[in-house]
């Protein structure tokens, strides 16, 4: 029979320690999604305000993040910010400030995208019914943004922990890393080990990562 | 900054550039094909071979490119399925867009109100004439903002090509920062040729994303 090397994880604490190099991707992700969704909802705001130099200014911010790669976000800062400021940050640190610069723009143009979702017909009745702003904004209107923003937020998790794979390209300790020093100490004993290893690397992220999208799809199905 | 360093690593830039082009628009090219015939086959409801799809689409959109390219580049040579590391980029990119570009085509088909079928039915078409003259045209343009991120997606995703030891831009700036130690320079190169890349795909498609806006006629 074919040898596909799925035995070296059960050799020792190997199976072990590729589960907490997931887990450091998993724990990078989540950090970065809080912060991100708490900023993301003060820029999604700020973007619906009428002011012609914040509109530009997000605007430039939101062209950079869709264009740049995360992965020369995280060479800039991990590689760049030392050089020029002497700063001494970690690996983790940079991953998670970058992480957070490109979830913030997601999420604020999430958050853009549902309030002008939302029909102009919403404000009037409210006004109408005799609400002031503030009333309107929260009795009315983030309701119904909140509805909708749930999903998409959700997905943004999925989106960030696919992501944090390029963090091993920064020299964080995760997973593939994890993976490859696996396959790389059992060479002589398991010259095969790199397909079941990588395999189950693959099902890994796979298990994280479809429940979340699932919930997601099922939740914009009954929401919105 | 080092204006000779600049000079002197533009070239080794233009050729990863080009590199990352070359392999960049193969991928997608073969991510399209797999889009559209996966969401025909999505969209006329084929059996088996939906399921196949549907579980291809999830299997893909819920794994790291990084992942996906691991396992075709040093996994699946363990068992004799030998490829370049070129091939491997192209096949990599084209499966994991795939699996987004058949969603968006979906998306496109299943927005076109059922009345158009029957409309056309009504005035005598076949359903290949509905498909071909009306459906297709009106799913297509309205899938365009989709498709167009997509691509700027999958350029964006082209970066992770360096692990699998292409020379790609990623691999470049890296490969000189080590060797010379001159990381300003390099980031700063590394930003403008992913400019160059991408900024006119970018300005570009936003033009022809405001030209082809003809299908939502009545809103």
């Given amino acids: 029979m074919l040898d596909l090397g799925i035995d070296v994880l059960f050799k020792g604490t190997n199976f072990l320690r590729l589960l907490q190099g997931l887990w450091v991707s998993i724990e990078i992700s989540l950090i970065s999604v809080v912060i ?7 820029v999604g705001v700020l973007m619906t305000m009428n002011n ?4 530009v200014a997000l605007k430039v911010y939101l062209e950079i993040v869709r264009i740049m790669p995360q992965m020369v976000l995280l060479f800039i800062v991990y590689f760049g910010t030392t050089r020029v400021f002497g700063l001494d940050l970690s690996a983790e640190a940079s991953a998670i400030i970058v992480f957070c610069f490109w979830g913030t723009a997601e999420m604020g143009d999430l958050v853009r995208g549902s309030i002008k979702s939302i029909s102009k017909v919403q404000f009037e009745s409210a006004y109408a019914l005799g609400m002031d702003k503030v009333q309107t904004y929260w009795y009315v209107i983030s309701p119904q943004t909140f509805r909708r923003l749930v999903p998409l937020s959700i997905n943004l998790i999925t989106r960030m922990i696919k992501t944090t794979s390029l963090v091993m390209m920064i020299g964080i300790v995760e997973v593939l890393k994890v993976s490859q020093q696996i396959i790389e100490a059992n060479r002589k004993i398991s010259p095969n080990a790199a397909f079941g290893v990588f395999a189950v690397v ?6 994280v990562c479809w429940p979340i999208s699932r919930l997601s799809n099922y939740l914009e199905k009954r929401w919105v | 900054m080092d204006k000779e360093t600049l000079v002197s690593y533009i070239p080794l830039y233009r050729d990863a550039l080009l590199l990352t082009l070359k392999i960049g628009w193969q991928g997608i090219l073969f991510s399209f094909v797999i889009g559209l015939i996966g969401a025909a086959i999505t969209h006329f409801k084929v059996k088996v071979l939906k399921t196949i799809v549907g579980i291809y689409i999830e299997l893909f959109r819920n794994t790291p490119l990084l992942v996906q390219l691991f396992f075709i580049y040093f996994a699946l040579p363990k068992v004799g399925v030998k490829i370049t590391a070129e091939a491997c980029g192209v096949l990599g990119l084209g499966l994991l867009g795939g699996a987004y570009m058949i969603e968006t085509f979906r998306s496109g088909l299943e927005s076109i109100p059922i009345i158009q079928t029957e409309s056309s039915y009504s005035l005598g078409m076949s359903k290949l004439q509905t498909f071909w003259y009306i459906i297709l045209p009106q799913a297509v343009s309205i899938s365009v903002p989709g498709l167009l991120a997509n691509v700027i997606f999958l350029l964006k995703e082209t970066s992770v090509f360096s692990t699998i030891s292409l020379m790609d831009l990623m691999f470049t700036a890296k490969d000189l920062i080590g060797m010379y130690a001159k990381t300003i320079e390099c ?8 400019l160059i890349m991408l900024l006119p795909v970018s300005i570009i498609g936003a033009l022809i994303e405001r030209r082809l806006r003809y299908a939502g006629f009545g809103d």
Avoid at chain 2, 187 to 194: A, H, Q, S
């Fill in chain 1, 52 to 55: 012609p130099i914040l509109h």
């Fill in chain 1, 202 to 207: 693959f099902l890994l992220y796979f298990m």
């Fill in chain 2, 187 to 194: 980031l700063f190169l590394l930003v403008v040729f992913y």
């Fill in chain 1, 36 to 42: 991100s969704i708490l900023l993301g909802m003060i």
